[in-house]
């Protein structure tokens, strides 16, 4: 018998093991199945899997790789079912553990579960413990639960961790002065104030009377995080509503909510796929975590399987705190599908709904700016900034994103004024420096103004080819091409692809009598499918060199207005 591997190997396992070909037809599911794992689309890889497996049933890679995509899904009965056909000494036995643990705590068989994780058969290193605790919690044993939490917070690295899930036993037991204690650090362990920490800590608040300090806490978060979940609340705590608890109540919660902060803990890494599990995990559990079901669907968009993350933020119930959210959530997978006049519809129907959310008018105004309808978007933009303190520095972005589309719609006063107001809430701003610096340049004012912005916007991020290309422009501008070539033949490097940087690159050799090296450039602007008028004007430089375009255009050098 093999020795077992980590779960947190797991993720690995299945994407890397080669497999050997038993019937012409095999290898083409098993091929087709592999490749979607690795690009994250487990869906796909579950219908390839399940297929090759009824080519070559018990087949224990096939096995190992069908159960993954399905609990990657969520499908734990599915998972479970196809997991029956791998035997105990198998590769991937891994896997099977895993939807066997969910099973268990799912169906309420807590020693079971506790003998799974002493035979090694457990989640995996970061979770044995924490669940260990929560099934001796449920068992009735508080004492062996502490000292469990207790144990696991003296290693290194799991203090936070151990005292989160210490507090929310205690709650779960009704000792909300003790977890209070916990979570506001006083027993010497930070806490992170994330959304679901910020709920649990107001709502065990109000449990202690402590109404007023409930309210200081979410409003203290929601000025900086507009969560809608929180903002709801906060509404209810400020109308004088009775709020139970009813965060995390049952050791199967428990065990749930430690697969939730395992999956957030590990969510930072590139590899979504054993973060998905664990939250898949959490979601089986407990029906109800939606902050799992979020989650998931976020790491799904992280992996660009849009079409499943939409499908797993449209399972949020609209009754549930975190329905906006997914909702967005929603909106943003399905736009990068292409579906951007359903996203605007998701996202209106927010807006109609919730008009006082600034944080909805905002994604709103977004996704306005990206379809180019910019009128709708600045009428957005400015119910943001009526909903909320327009003078905090992080409201920096939805000035300049107004100003992009008064800028669009030729209307450059107010864009200018936008530009400039989110230059005075965020001075440094490279992108806010380099656009106002480049409408300038194009504009053929304030040159030396846009110069030093520019500049500071290159120093800012150097490997920005969009920024570097402006620089090069601007000396362009004023009559100073050789100082041009170098920034933008830069950009060049940066952008290789890009029409317009391609086609400055090109005015610029030939401003500085490199004849035949603009021309070469200007044909690979060509090349990369500008738009119609740009083409046309390429074009004609071609045919006629760029002293007669800029002669029938009416010049170009230092041309600043007096």
Not at 11 to 20: D, E, H, I, R, S
Not at 290 to 309: K, N, P
Not at 481 to 496: G, H, K, S, T
Request: aromatic residues 8%; hydrophobic residues 45%.
């Amino acid at each position: 018998m093999t020795p077992k591997r980590s779960l947190f190997a797991l993720a690995l396992v299945a994407l890397t093991t080669p497999f050997a070909a038993q019937a012409d037809s095999l290898p083409g599911a098993y091929l087709a199945g592999r490749a979607a794992a690795i690009s994250g689309d487990h869906a796909a890889a579950a219908e390839y899997f399940n297929r090759a497996l009824a080519m070559d049933p018990g087949n224990a890679f096939l096995v190992s790789n069908a159960v993954f995509a399905n609990a990657s899904l969520g499908r734990w009965e599915a998972a479970a079912a196809v997991a029956a056909g791998l035997n105990a000494d198998d590769e991937g036995q891994e896997l099977v553990d895993l939807v066997e643990f969910v099973r268990r705590v799912t169906e309420g068989e807590l020693q079971a579960a506790i003998d799974m994780i002493e035979a090694g058969d457990g989640p995996g290193p970061l979770a044995d413990e924490l669940a260990r605790a929560w099934l001796s919690f449920g068992q009735g044993d508080m004492t062996a639960a502490v000292d469990t939490f207790e144990a696991l917070a003296s290693e290194r690295g799991m203090e936070e961790l151990a005292a989160l899930h210490l507090a929310l036993a205690r709650a779960a037991a009704g000792d909300f002065e003790a977890a209070h204690e916990i979570l506001s650090g006083d027993t010497g362990v930070d806490i992170t104030n994330t959304e679901r920490v910020v709920r649990a800590r107001a709502v065990i608040m109000l449990q202690l009377g402590m109404r007023a300090e409930a309210l200081d806490l979410l409003d203290g978060y929601t000025q900086a995080v507009p969560d809608p979940g929180l903002l709801a609340l906060q509404a209810r705590v400020g109308s004088g509503e009775d709020v139970t608890y009813d965060f995390v109540r049952t050791a199967e919660e428990g065990v749930a909510e430690v697969f939730f902060t395992v999956a957030q803990l590990l969510s930072g890494d590139r590899n979504t796929t054993l973060p998905l599990l664990m939250a898949q995990a959490a979601r089986g559990i407990d029906a109800d975590h939606s902050d799992a079901v979020v989650l998931a669907g976020e790491l799904m968009s992280a992996s660009e399987q849009y079409l499943l993350a939409a499908e797993t933020f449209a399972s949020v119930p609209e009754d549930d705190p975190n329905y906006i959210e997914a909702q967005m959530g929603r909106a943003q997978a399905l736009e990068e599908t292409g579906a951007q006049d359903e996203a605007i519809a998701i996202l209106r129907a927010l807006v109609e709904a919730r008009p006082d959310l600034a944080s909805v008018q905002a994604a709103y105004g977004d996704i306005l700016r990206r379809a180019e309808r910019f009128d709708a978007a600045i009428a957005a933009y400015s119910a943001v900034l009526d909903l909320v303190d327009a003078d905090l520095p992080r409201y920096w972005f939805i000035h300049y994103a107004r100003a992009i589309c008064y800028h669009q719609l030729d209307d450059w006063p107010p864009a200018e004024a936008d530009f400039r107001r989110a230059l005075e809430l965020n001075p440094e701003q490279p992108n806010v420096m380099n656009y106002l610096g480049y409408s300038l340049v194009e504009q053929r004012r304030n040159f030396d103004e846009a110069l030093g912005l520019i500049q500071r916007a290159v120093a800012a991020r150097p490997e920005s080819g969009y920024i570097v290309d402006s620089l090069g422009w601007v000396y362009y501008r004023l009559g100073r091409f050789e100082e041009a070539v170098a920034p933008m033949e830069r950009a060049v490097e940066l952008e290789p692809n890009d029409p317009i940087v391609n086609d400055h690159l090109g005015d610029v050799y030939w401003m500085a009598d490199r004849f035949r090296e603009a021309e070469f450039q200007w044909q690979r602007a060509l090349s990369f499918d500008p738009e119609p008028e740009d083409a046309e004007r390429i074009r004609r430089k071609l045919e006629v060199g760029l002293d007669v375009v800029l002669e029938e255009e009416g010049g170009v050098g230092a041309l600043e207005e007096e």
